[in-house]
């Protein structure tokens, strides 16, 4: 089974970047397509981006797209979400999370969650 761990939230100032991490565990981590999602105070947890297990295709969600880029490599059960020109409005907790679908935006398709890391962008 996968286990995830996030890190690298924190604050920033708009415009800046943010790099996360998440770190997986088990030989299977490959397995699995990983996405990241976050969530707003009183929002919805909401689809940020996927990647699927081998790497070859993401997706993002169009807020984010052109600022973020997600990342893995498999042999060190690692994925990263590379967060850049950041925006107030892209304060949040952001979780990763794991799928055994080929890649996915709906949160109910995925199997595996972390605990999530807290980025604040400041105005």
């Known amino acids: 089974q996968a286990q995830l761990v996030e890190s690298g939230g924190g604050l920033v100032q708009a415009g800046g970047s943010l790099r996360l991490t998440c770190a997986g565990s088990?030989?299977?981590?490959?397995?699995?397509?990983m996405g990241w999602f976050r969530q707003a105070p009183g929002k919805e947890r909401e689809f940020v981006a996927t990647?699927?297990?081998?790497?070859?295709?993401?997706a993002y969600a169009d807020s984010v797209d052109g600022r973020f880029i997600i990342s893995r490599d498999n042999t060190k059960n690692t994925g990263w979400l590379q967060m850049n020109r950041l925006k107030p409005e892209d304060t949040a907790v952001y979780y990763c999370?794991?799928?055994?679908?080929?890649?996915?935006?709906?949160?109910?398709?995925?199997?595996?969650w972390g605990q999530g890391t807290q980025v604040t962008v400041s105005s």
């Open positions: 999370a794991a799928t055994s679908a080929g890649g996915a935006r709906v949160v109910g398709l995925y199997d595996y």
């Open positions: 990647i699927t297990f081998n790497a070859e295709h993401t």
């Open positions: 088990g030989r299977t981590f490959g397995n699995y397509a």
